[in-house]
């Protein structure tokens, strides 16, 4: 009993008193009852459950999401780590955690750290969806606003950086907390020493490569939980399959981490119908590619690869290309011989397949994503020639002009032309047709494109085509790497640990030095055989032992 | 006594008020406002600024507020919930605005009658740690003879009282001087938290030294002690128990007994 504070009212009965004494205003019993009922309502008479449900009856809060909430409030004691995968709902987690703590008069001041292109988003969401009265942090804002929402880049720089560690958050909120991976960068030592109460990280992939950033995501909310850095290095090495081996931290870090997989939940009621869709070129377009594929000239083999994987995409994308490497190498005539012939290609023979897709979906909404700019550009010509309306979106948009081309799409036009750095962070559930116009060759990407539609709040089956040309190189990724490990069926949530096991850094140049280093297609083939065995090996043995809460 | 029936509050609240109400019908409650609430609630000052400087009465705006989920498409109106904004800032106004009274039992009688001064306290008590809850209380204190009473307002609910003392009535003076009332209530208040066992406290406490120790853990070289001395700060807040009396409400009621 002597180690609890108590606070006393000191105020009141003084106020009472000089009210009485100079027979001040008094309320009317109707209204001073109304006051204790409204007290009672808003009153917390639990110290556990969720309060903010009450206070939310618009929202329908999936078992999964209500789980993690008083997961991260009851058992974390508010600061924990939001690992679900892509389009479970995190940002509806948080949003829940927030409002119950302010429901319970816990937190008053907030701080919410999302990337620039979330902003308004995360805006929107706060107050749309929980009555949260977020605001957005723009220049010549003060930092002492309730619930103040930045891009962590903005926060850092100064004089922003000195004004808010000056504050006092009583909660902090991270997104796309990955990037606070390594403990020697600036943002890591920013946010270390922000002044926090509680604490919410969120990240699709907490552990993407090693065992230490783990360890550095951890130290934020919990420094010494883990051990400390060098006792740390000590004992488990950089290697993070000691996670696995190691069940004292895998306990330990389940102690600060939810992590929910579509398999574990309700989210499965809708299917991805995929559909690989076998695309033949032309004869034209199969000389040129040949052609291509021959040349020993001039090029070297990593640029080659990505002549031939434009051609794939669109003529554009290739020819430009192409007239780039004149400027820098200076003229050559195998290479204008190439591009002369491009020039005379008809049509790409994908870009008429997505005018017979559209024509078959009737007025339902389509996104389209490709590797490529030109190819982009060319689609929405070509799509505008066949009387299809189209918006561009791609991840160097301002972020109004996301918000707008997102609201042109949802409201206006049928389609959204994305390029790959698009792929993050936009929410499109009310689209359910996707087409992956070319195949990126790291799978992650292909999970966050369908990720966008596939989500929390998606009603319909969401129905995915994957374009793929016979005899090139897509043939190989599609059979060899997709279709093998059955990507587009099963989310691969696990994959990334795997690559990591693996020592896979990127897929993607995993793949382009398999074809660099070959001397023949079917070398290429055996080898990318042989890469998608291990990797479906490694899927097999993880089914077992699932590393998160489920 | 919480709020259960959100039209009848919306309408009670406005009509106490003084607001005029249009329509109230399958739960959409239309509202003429007076100038004093649209003021209070609609948050326009430059209009009400402009329209006085111009030597003008201005027109209180109507509110329609709908309370039953069925209707919320089909009329034009705010819908209320318990987490609407609405709502929420109808709730914050009442409690800064009802938080004292003086009122008096009605009588009807002819023969000279006696009021007994009563202090009325709503009491709110947070009990925080790692988790908080909240626990309301209402007491009553007698002011003449001591006599305590629980559950306070559920009393005064079955009674009938108005701002003015009846005819024939009059008041006692108060024996016991409302400071040193208040001084009983709250030694009450901290006898009943004193004899409560705490494990939540306890709990907290326990988990408060945990986070200590391996915070010391994490940080054993000098070089970091600014950092580990506010991440101790932080722990403490977020963990060390602490019990908070708060008066919701309260005043002076003069009752027959």
Do not use: E, G, K
């Given at each position: 009993m002597d180690s609890i504070q108590i606070k006393k009212d000191l105020q009141f009965i003084n106020e009472l008193e000089s009210r009485l004494e100079k027979d001040g205003t008094f309320s009317s019993w109707e209204l001073f009852s109304m006051a204790y009922e409204a007290e009672i309502t808003t009153s917390s008479p639990t110290f556990t459950g969720l309060k903010a449900l009450e206070y939310l009856p618009h929202v329908t809060f999936l078992e999964h999401q209500i789980k993690a909430a008083e997961t991260a409030i009851e058992l974390m004691n508010g600061r924990a780590i939001l690992a679900d995968e892509v389009g479970l709902g995190k940002t509806i987690e948080a949003g829940l955690i927030l409002k119950e703590y302010m429901v319970r008069g816990l937190v008053n001041n907030a701080l919410i750290l999302v990337p620039a292109s979330l902003v308004s988003q995360w805006e929107r969401e706060l107050n749309e969806k929980f009555y949260i009265p977020a605001v957005a942090h723009r220049k010549n804002y003060s930092w002492d606003q309730n619930v103040i929402i930045s891009s962590l880049d903005t926060a850092k720089r100064s004089p922003n950086r000195e004004n808010i560690l000056e504050m006092e958050y009583d909660f902090i909120l991270i997104d796309e907390a990955h990037k606070l991976k390594n403990h020697k960068t600036k943002n890591y030592e920013f946010v270390q020493s922000l002044k926090k109460k509680y604490c919410l990280l969120l990240t699709a992939?907490?552990?993407?490569?090693?065992l230490i950033e783990v360890f550095n995501l951890i130290s934020i909310l919990k420094p010494g939980h883990l051990g400390n850095y060098e006792s740390f290095l000590d004992r488990y090495g950089k290697d993070r399959k000691n996670i696995k081996q190691d069940a004292y931290l895998k306990q330990l870090i389940q102690k600060v981490m939810i992590r929910n997989t579509r398999k574990a939940t309700a989210l499965n009621q809708t299917k991805r119908n995929i559909e690989t869709v076998w695309i033949e070129f032309s004869n034209e377009e199969m000389e040129v590619y040949k052609e291509l594929e021959a040349t020993t000239q001039n090029f070297s083999t990593f640029s080659k690869i990505t002549y031939l994987r434009e051609l794939c995409s669109s003529r554009e994308a290739c020819f430009l290309s192409l007239k780039k490497s004149i400027e820098e190498y200076g003229d050559n005539p195998i290479v204008q011989n190439i591009m002369e012939k491009i020039g005379r290609l008809p049509h790409h023979a994908k870009a008429k397949r997505v005018v017979d897709i559209m024509k078959e979906v009737g007025d339902e909404k389509v996104i389209i994503f490709t590797e490529y700019r030109a190819s982009q550009l060319y689609l929405q010509w070509y799509l505008q020639q066949h009387g299809f309306k189209s918006v561009p979106f791609r991840g160097g948009f301002k972020r109004s002009k996301k918000d707008w081309m997102k609201q042109l799409f949802k409201d206006h036009v049928q389609v959204l032309i994305a390029t790959e750095a698009g792929g993050e962070g936009i929410n499109l559930q009310f689209c359910n047709h996707l087409i992956n116009y070319d195949l990126p060759w790291n799978p992650m990407r292909v999970e966050q494109r369908i990720g966008r539609i596939h989500r929390y709040g998606q009603e319909k089956d969401v129905q995915i085509y994957n374009f793929a040309i016979k005899e090139t190189m897509e043939e190989h990724i599609m059979t060899l790497l997709y279709e093998k490990i059955n990507l587009f069926e099963q989310v691969i949530g696990n994959l990334d640990d795997i690559l990591a096991d693996l020592n896979i850094n990127s897929m993607e140049s995993e793949i382009e030095k398999i074809y660099a280093e070959s001397n023949s297609i079917g070398e290429v083939k055996i080898k990318l055989d042989n890469l998608t065995s291990i990797i479906e090996h490694s899927l097999g043995e993880q089914e077992a032992e699932r590393y998160g809460n489920h | 006594m919480a709020i259960t029936n959100l039209n009848q509050f919306l309408h009670d609240y406005f009509t106490n008020h003084h607001c005029q109400i249009l329509t109230n019908q399958d739960g959409v409650l239309q509202i003429q406002l007076t100038e004093e609430m649209d003021r209070a609630i609609m948050n326009r000052p430059f209009y009400w600024h402009y329209i006085k400087k111009i030597g003008r009465d201005g027109e209180p705006m109507t509110l329609t507020l709908i309370t039953n989920p069925e209707k919320r498409e089909a009329e034009k109106g705010e819908w209320i919930h318990f987490g609407s904004p609405r709502l929420q800032q109808l709730i914050r106004h009442l409690k800064e605005n009802e938080r004292y009274t003086k009122l008096f039992q009605q009588v009807t009688t002819t023969k000279n009658t006696a009021l007994y001064p009563w202090l009325v306290t709503n009491l709110k008590v947070s009990y925080r740690g790692k988790h908080k809850k909240d626990e309301i209380i209402s007491i009553g204190l007698q002011l003449v003879t001591g006599n305590m009473k629980l559950e306070m307002m559920n009393h005064l609910k079955t009674l009938p009282l108005q701002a003015t003392i009846s005819d024939y009535c009059y008041t006692i003076s108060p024996m016991i001087k409302i400071q040193s009332g208040f001084k009983r209530i709250e030694s009450v208040i901290l006898n009943y938290i004193e004899n409560q066992t705490h494990e939540w406290a306890q709990d907290s406490l326990k988990t408060l030294n945990e986070e200590l120790k391996t915070l010391r853990h994490f940080y054993q070289d000098e070089e970091h002690s600014e950092q580990m001395n506010k991440e101790m700060e932080a722990i403490k807040e977020r963990y060390s128990p602490i019990i908070s009396i708060e008066t919701i409400n309260g005043g002076i009621f003069y009752l027959l007994n």
């Open positions: 992939t907490p552990v993407q490569n090693q | -």
